[in-house]
Each structure stands twice: as C-alpha cells, then as structure tokens.
C-alpha cells in the first residue's frame, strides 16, 4: 500500500495553476521536522494536488502554512538535456488539512481583533 501522511510548513506561496490534459494542477514545497525534540532537522518534500484541491491549496495556503498531507508517493525519472538520469519522489496529494496559520497570518489577525482572542 502506497500511503504517506506528513505534517510540516510551507517553505514558500504555492506555485501557479497549471492546465494540463489530466485536468488542473498545483505544486508547493513543504519541511517537515524529523522529530519534536530539539533538533531542527527537517526532509523537504514537493506535494503535488490535483483539480480543486489545487485551486484550494492555490488560493488559501502561503508561505509557512502549517499543513497535514495525507497521498502517496509518486517516484519520477527522466534525462536532462544532455542525457543526465534525473529522479525524483514527489508526494501526490490525496487530503490537505490546513493547520494552523503562519506567523505573518497570526500577526495580521491579531491587528484586527481587537480584544477578542484569536486561535489558528
């Protein structure tokens, strides 16, 4: 069984929509921590999703969304120009589950709140 879930924050805004042939797509990088304790170790993984999930991810998720990813696994392989073997595994998204915000998100939130609490 091909499954993956991973927790982690976006390192940067999700790239732009594509339209391809299988519909539309999105891509965006996330870190994900290796463990909780106090190394700050993490693996980088690009998630890829698909249709409205990537018109979701695309308008709603920026830079340092805390985000779940459950999908799996997708190995890719191809030669560059100049006949170089290239691989990479990518994380096809099934489910992205927005955590909490961003610091940025938190901040902005905070400027128009008032005396109310905001949680993310």
Request: hydrophobic share 35%.
């Amino acid at each position: 069984m091909n499954t993956t879930q991973q927790i982690g924050r976006l390192t940067a805004d999700p790239a732009e929509i594509r339209e391809t042939d299988n519909g539309k797509v999105t891509s965006f990088r996330m870190a994900v921590p290796r463990s909780s304790g106090a190394s700050k170790d993490a693996d980088f993984f690009t998630v890829e999703v698909w249709n409205r999930l990537a018109e979701t991810c695309a308008k709603y998720l920026t830079e340092g969304r805390e985000v779940a990813v459950t999908g799996r696994l997708e190995q890719r392989e191809w030669r560059t120009e100049d006949d170089q073997p290239r691989e990479r595994v990518v994380i096809v998204g099934r489910s992205v589950d927005f955590l909490r915000g961003s610091k940025a998100d938190r901040e902005t939130a905070a400027v128009g709140a008032g005396d109310e609490d905001i949680a993310f």
